[in-house]
């Protein structure tokens, strides 16, 4: 595993962030957040421990993207086709609690 990728693990464990504030507190870009989360899903299923995905929403109209597939941020709602989106945020859970 990565030296960011431990990183994003460990900061996922003690706070809920979006991947603009991954990138900011771990000094990489946003799409490079996003472009590690499925792996740090497997990594930390390996772990006994879960990833938790607070969906993305539009902030116009409140409609809620409710795929847990979706871990990228959409970009448009598909009710209002406006783009104000409020990024899913992510959260590392032990798989027990
Ligand atoms: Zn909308």
């Known amino acids: 595993m990565t030296t960011v990728r431990k990183q994003i693990i460990e900061l996922l464990e003690q706070e809920e962030c979006d991947a603009r504030m ?3 507190r771990l000094g990489i870009r946003e799409k490079e957040a996003y472009d590690h989360i499925p792996h740090i ?3 930390i299923s390996a772990m006994g421990k879960k990833l938790t995905l607070t ?7 409140g409609y809620i ?3 847990r597939e979706k871990v990228f941020k959409p970009g448009r709602c598909p009710a209002c086709k406006k783009e104000r989106i ?3 945020r ?3 859970t032990s798989r027990t609690s």
């Open 65 to 67: 993207f409710r795929s």
């Open 55 to 61: 969906a993305a929403q539009c902030m116009s109209c």
């Open 90 to 92: 992510f959260k590392i």
């Open 86 to 88: 409020e990024p899913p």
């Open 41 to 43: 899903i497997r990594s």
């Open 22 to 24: 991954i990138s900011q």
